[in-house]
């Protein structure tokens, strides 16, 4: 199934009023300055953009956005808001899609090069990520780190959110590096799912990823604050450049 299946008009309907730690306006505002660093008054252009959890601020930042994104039900979302008429979105897949033009900053957050479900695939998205770069310009990845060292010996589930209206879960399929994430909401007495597979990915992956695609690490951290980043961390935030 396409993000489009996965992200369809049940999901796009309630995405704006999502809880968790990315909907937080502490987050927002710390991702937004960090990318509008990133694009040092460049236009910048968001893979997955969504209903605009990101580029709405972004823009509001004085960075010009644009987007590309495979779901049509998230994009109605994002062009229904005022602040989103100037931002161009091209429907498709970010991993081969084309928008006009040259940007100074390209990026991807939560999680999603980790919707790219086959290696083949992520390495293309580096690839096209590239391609739409200007010489010296950046691309971004907020990504998690594969939670195994939870995983018992022989085991495959780990618990991520247990909340009275929310519970989910990853189920790891480590021989072949992938996941699926599984959600059960509550919602008026019943009971939604949702299971959305992923392809983890490790930091020296992604940076071979980017060095295939023409592009060279410039910085790796664990969250938008620039917090070190360690064998502890739980997620990175990495940069990679395109040489001048």
Do not use: C
């Amino acid at each position: 199934m396409s993000r489009d299946g996965y992200f369809d008009e049940r999901v796009a309907r309630r995405y704006d009023e999502s809880t968790g730690p990315e909907f937080e306006q502490d987050t927002i505002h710390a991702t937004v300055e960090f990318l509008a660093g990133l694009a040092g008054g460049g236009r910048a252009l968001e893979l997955a953009i969504g209903t605009g959890r990101i580029a709405v601020p972004l823009a509001a930042r004085g960075v010009p956005v644009a987007g590309i994104d495979m779901s049509q039900a998230m994009v109605k979302r994002l062009k229904a808001k005022p602040e989103a008429r100037h931002i161009e979105v091209a429907i498709g897949d970010f991993s081969t899609t084309r928008i006009d033009g040259r940007f100074a900053l390209v990026y991807l957050v939560f999680n999603t090069i980790m919707n790219v479900t086959t290696q083949a695939a992520q390495v293309a998205t580096f690839r096209n990520a590239a391609a739409h770069l200007d010489p010296g310009g950046a691309f971004a990845i907020e990504v998690g780190i594969p939670d195994l060292q939870r995983l018992p010996v022989g085991g495959k589930y780990v618990p991520f959110n247990v909340e009275p209206a929310h519970l989910g879960f990853d189920e790891y399929d480590v021989a072949n590096q992938g996941l699926i994430s599984h959600h059960y909401n509550f919602i008026g007495g019943r009971i939604e799912q949702l299971s959305v597979p992923f392809r983890y990915v490790w930091p020296a992956e992604l940076d071979l990823m980017a060095e295939m695609a023409g592009m060279r690490l410039r910085e790796r951290w664990s969250g938008w604050e620039r917090e070190p980043f360690t064998g502890d961390s739980v997620k990175q935030v990495a940069v990679w450049e395109l040489p001048s």
